[in-house]
């Protein structure tokens, strides 16, 4: 019985310790257990709301991605029939064009070729016809008639008037040309009666004083000083040159600086001519006139020939002696000239001022020998020689023509082929077979 009851009290102990400590232990842990199984059924249905709510979204997300593929599909396929008509519109835009530019290309292919076959064709017919025309005209009888055949034409010309007056080769101012023309009267009066001697003693001594003045400017504009008293330039050109110079010489002198200038070197350009004028007279005298007009002329040919020899004779930086000396040995190797054309030329040279160059200066000296005879030039280029009878028919043509006497002045050139080429002062007459040659090959195609 003690047992049992000991028994009992030690299980009432245990029981109450149970109960004491342990149940409360258990039911918190219970309760723990509990609230941690509340908590994840909380958290399991919140995470079925939003596995529920995230299917939504889904549904949603996959409807409005549906809707916008649908619309970028159809936006493709109307972005696809623009680009589609578009590309369409520009391949028959850019076929027109290739096709224009094929035509314009076949166009221009076409012309290109008939322009080539004209020019080829054309140039042959040109060149078979010079050569007809040199087999032609190389019978000297067939190069005549061609001569003939344009002086025939020139016949029924119409004339035209042709002025050449003495001095005409000065450009000279209204008061020049009328102090020019007192001073040309002075000398026809000083050169009345005058042997050739005395008047090549005139040239020499005025073409020294032109050459003072060029050196002396000074001098120069002392003496051309307009003024209404020429008295105190006389009385200067009386104390430096009175008895110095040939009394002739002298009195043209004092009258040209009497006169009024337009500007200073129109003195030294009157004392020049007149000097020029006091060797033509000269000319004249000794019946050597023509022969100065033409030696002149051909030795301006030279000039126009040989620009190296011109250049030379114009340098104004070489000295005029050495110039001279130079124009001496080319007329020498030449042939030589009758003294009064070398004389001029020599004056000529010496006198070049400024941008003045020989050929022009000599060009210039023999149109005045011409005028001074009351004569027009004519240069004439012909093939070959002209005869007697063609030259005094084409005198007389070219005389008829300009109203007024003409000195032919003929030069030979063999490329002429026929015809004449002739220029009087600033008018052309060309007749050459070389010409309408070169014409004809001018109107070809390029």
């Given at each position: 019985?003690?047992?049992?009851?000991?028994?009992?009290?030690?299980?009432?102990?245990?029981?109450?310790?149970?109960?004491?400590?342990?149940?409360?232990?258990?039911?918190?842990?219970?309760?723990?257990?509990?609230?941690?199984?509340?908590?994840?059924?909380?958290?399991?249905?919140?995470?079925?709301?939003?596995?529920?709510?995230?299917?939504?979204?889904?549904?949603?997300?996959?409807?409005?991605?549906?809707?916008?593929?649908?619309?970028?599909?159809?936006?493709?396929?109307?972005?696809?029939?623009?680009?589609?008509?578009?590309?369409?519109?520009?391949?028959?835009?850019?076929?027109?064009?290739?096709?224009?530019?094929?035509?314009?290309?076949?166009?221009?292919?076409?012309?290109?070729?008939?322009?080539?076959?004209?020019?080829?064709?054309?140039?042959?017919?040109?060149?078979?016809?010079?050569?007809?025309?040199?087999?032609?005209?190389?019978?000297?009888?067939?190069?005549?008639?061609?001569?003939?055949?344009?002086?025939?034409?020139?016949?029924?010309?119409?004339?035209?008037?042709?002025?050449?007056?003495?001095?005409?080769t000065l450009n000279l101012r209204a008061s020049s040309r009328e102090a020019l023309a007192e001073l040309v009267k002075k000398f026809?009066?000083?050169?009345?009666?005058?042997?050739?001697?005395?008047?090549?003693?005139?040239?020499?001594?005025?073409?020294?004083?032109?050459?003072?003045?060029?050196?002396?400017?000074?001098?120069?504009?002392?003496?051309?000083?307009?003024?209404?008293?020429?008295?105190?330039?006389?009385?200067?050109?009386?104390?430096?040159?009175?008895?110095?110079?040939?009394?002739?010489?002298?009195?043209?002198?004092?009258?040209?600086?009497?006169?009024?200038?337009?500007?200073?070197?129109?003195?030294?350009?009157?004392?020049?001519?007149?000097?020029?004028?006091?060797?033509?007279?000269?000319?004249?005298?000794?019946?050597?006139?023509?022969?100065?007009?033409?030696?002149?002329?051909?030795?301006?040919?030279?000039?126009?020939?040989?620009?190296?020899?011109?250049?030379?004779?114009?340098?104004?930086?070489?000295?005029?002696?050495?110039?001279?000396?130079?124009?001496?040995?080319?007329?020498?190797?030449?042939?030589?000239?009758?003294?009064?054309?070398?004389?001029?030329?020599?004056?000529?040279?010496?006198?070049?001022?400024?941008?003045?160059?020989?050929?022009?200066?000599?060009?210039?000296?023999?149109?005045?020998?011409?005028?001074?005879?009351?004569?027009?030039?004519?240069?004439?280029?012909?093939?070959?020689?002209?005869?007697?009878?063609?030259?005094?028919?084409?005198?007389?043509?070219?005389?008829?023509?300009?109203?007024?006497?003409?000195?032919?002045?003929?030069?030979?050139?063999?490329?002429?082929?026929?015809?004449?080429?002739?220029?009087?002062?600033?008018?052309?007459?060309?007749?050459?077979?070389?010409?309408?040659?070169?014409?004809?090959?001018?109107?070809?195609?390029?």
């Amino acid at each position: 019985m003690s047992t049992f009851i000991g028994n009992l009290v030690g299980f009432a102990i245990i029981g109450f310790l149970l109960w004491k400590y342990v149940v409360p232990l258990v039911k918190r842990m219970m309760q723990t257990q509990q609230e941690a199984v509340r908590t994840a059924l909380e958290e399991s249905k919140s995470a079925a709301e939003k596995l529920a709510n995230a299917d939504q979204m889904h549904q949603k997300a996959l409807e409005a991605a549906d809707s916008e593929a649908a619309k970028v599909k159809e936006e493709a396929q109307s972005e696809s029939e623009r680009i589609k008509e578009n590309l369409r519109e520009q391949a028959a835009t850019e076929a027109e064009r290739i096709k224009s530019q094929g035509e314009q290309q076949v166009h221009l292919l076409r012309q290109q070729t008939i322009r080539g076959l004209r020019q080829h064709l054309g140039g042959e017919a040109v060149q078979k016809a010079e050569q007809i025309v040199r087999d032609y005209v190389s019978d000297p009888a067939a190069q005549a008639s061609t001569v003939d055949r344009f002086l025939d034409d020139l016949d029924q010309m119409a004339p035209s008037p042709a002025v050449l007056e003495v001095g005409a080769t000065l450009n000279l101012r209204a008061s020049s040309r009328e102090a020019l023309a007192e001073l040309v009267k002075k000398f026809e009066s000083v050169a009345d009666g005058a042997q050739a001697d005395q008047l090549s003693k005139i040239a020499d001594d005025l073409a020294a004083i032109a050459k003072l003045l060029i050196a002396q400017t000074a001098l120069k504009n002392v003496l051309a000083e307009g003024n209404d008293d020429p008295s105190a330039k006389e009385r200067l050109a009386g104390r430096l040159f009175e008895g110095k110079i040939d009394g002739s010489a002298f009195e043209l002198l004092k009258s040209a600086v009497a006169q009024r200038w337009s500007t200073e070197d129109n003195l030294i350009d009157a004392l020049q001519h007149v000097a020029r004028l006091a060797l033509l007279v000269a000319a004249e005298r000794d019946g050597k006139s023509e022969e100065v007009e033409e030696q002149l002329f051909r030795f301006g040919r030279v000039l126009d020939s040989e620009a190296r020899l011109n250049r030379l004779l114009s340098d104004p930086t070489v000295d005029a002696e050495q110039r001279n000396s130079l124009l001496k040995k080319v007329l020498d190797a030449g042939g030589g000239v009758n003294p009064t054309t070398a004389a001029l030329l020599a004056q000529t040279v010496e006198l070049l001022r400024g941008d003045e160059t020989a050929d022009t200066a000599v060009n210039d000296l023999a149109e005045l020998a011409v005028a001074r005879r009351g004569e027009a030039v004519a240069e004439v280029t012909a093939a070959a020689e002209l005869s007697d009878e063609q030259r005094t028919r084409l005198t007389e043509v070219l005389s008829r023509i300009y109203g007024t006497d003409v000195a032919v002045h003929l030069n030979i050139d063999p490329d002429v082929l026929g015809g004449l080429l002739i220029t009087v002062g600033d008018e052309v007459i060309d007749g050459s077979i070389s010409s309408r040659l070169a014409a004809a090959r001018a109107g070809l195609p390029d």
